[in-house]
DNA sequence: GAATATACGGAGGATCCCTCCGCTTTCCAA
DNA sequence: TTGGAAAGCGGAGGGATCCTCCGTATATTC
């Protein structure tokens, strides 16, 4: 697996080390529980740390958000490498299903995914790697003949992460659902 | 016309009437630079108003947001009226183009909108008057034909809204029309 | 030209962001 | 074991924003 890329050079310090892993903690809470808004204030004040520590651990919210969220990437990630090596024939809607139900944790996150698209953003690493993914799934359909040759898979990713964003805050998944085969439906070979 | 629905009940006296225009226009200008989270002190400042009179005119800041894009949500029901009446061809893509393209005027709004959806917040009226709209475009594209018609026509609102939400910042039309016309694609009676 | 309803303005309390730097803790070498 | 350098901690503080409150000023009406 790819290291984290902005993993430190050396071992943190043991105190540094629990203050990190608890920040993670606390955050990943508010950030669920408030959406990307959450206050860095906040989170450091229920982590019990000040928040000096916070902004040296993760020099800005971006950084921090960006470590929550890259086990998760990660995680759709390997199902894509492990979806296209099986050959499955159902991958491309596993794989969507999967970015638009538990690829996006928190709130306001699909945004600043997809607006960190190739800026110069600490998000755009990310959003690259998913992307990178996403063309791995997409051009396995477009050879099995299941999704169109014209479409570039970025959009397809970009589809999904956009129904991923306007049903976040949805409770049941029923619209998240019907959406998506949509989409899906406009990637297929018109037959 | 429907009547703006938080029009005051009695005329205003001529001083509030010019503020409440001149705080409107700056606003615009405001929120096209800036998105959404522009500064409402800086409105103020820059309409020459203080900002008690600022919010007293807009209790909050979607209050505001609301009074500036009522013009064109008012368009986009005009034009579906228009196009459904006319029995257009193409009237869906004309009438979800509309939305995507001019819609969606200030950066974050559609995905306001679309959270709003429902809920008691000031926008949501906003957001049933664009899918009410939505569902006479829809449903009269079913009645065509050329619309499946297990389609629920708000998710084809919803849809549009999404892709205007992700395709806010871009600077050409090209990803916007792509994924638009795969959400078309999907809307469409397979044959 | 009052009297009264309306509207104005901005000080102020609360919150948030992020930086800076003096103090504290950890760790390792002697 | 111990002491000092390296690494890390914490929170005060400046700047910005949000929104409320209320004394003052202006329009309108008679």
């Known amino acids: 697996m790819t290291p984290f890329p902005t993993a430190p050079a050396r071992a943190l310090r043991s105190d540094a080390q629990r203050n990190r892993e608890r920040l993670l903690e606390v955050a990943h809470a508010a950030f669920e529980e408030h959406g990307v808004d959450a206050s860095l204030d906040d989170v450091a004040r229920r982590a019990g740390v000040g928040i000096g520590t916070l902004y040296r651990h993760f020099p800005n919210r971006d950084a921090l958000i960006e470590s929550l969220i890259w086990a998760d990437i990660e995680r759709l990630v ?18 969507l299903g999967a970015v638009v139900r538990h690829g996006i944790t928190y709130r306001g996150l699909a945004d600043s995914l997809v607006a960190a698209s190739g800026a110069a953003t600490v998000l755009g690493g990310l959003c690259d790697r998913l992307h990178g993914a996403g063309a791995a799934v997409v051009g396995h359909a477009q050879r099995r003949g299941a999704v169109r040759s014209d ?14 964003s306007i049903t976040e805050r ?15 439906d406009g990637l297929r070979t018109s037959s």
């Open 151 to 164: 479409i570039d898979p970025a959009d397809a990713v970009d589809m999904t992460a956009a129904i991923a």
């Open 78 to 95: 390997a199902l894509a490498e492990e979806l296209v090596a099986d050959d499955v024939a159902d991958g491309l809607e596993r794989w």
């Open 170 to 184: 949805d409770a049941d998944d029923g619209r998240r659902r019907r959406l998506l085969q949509i989409a899906i």
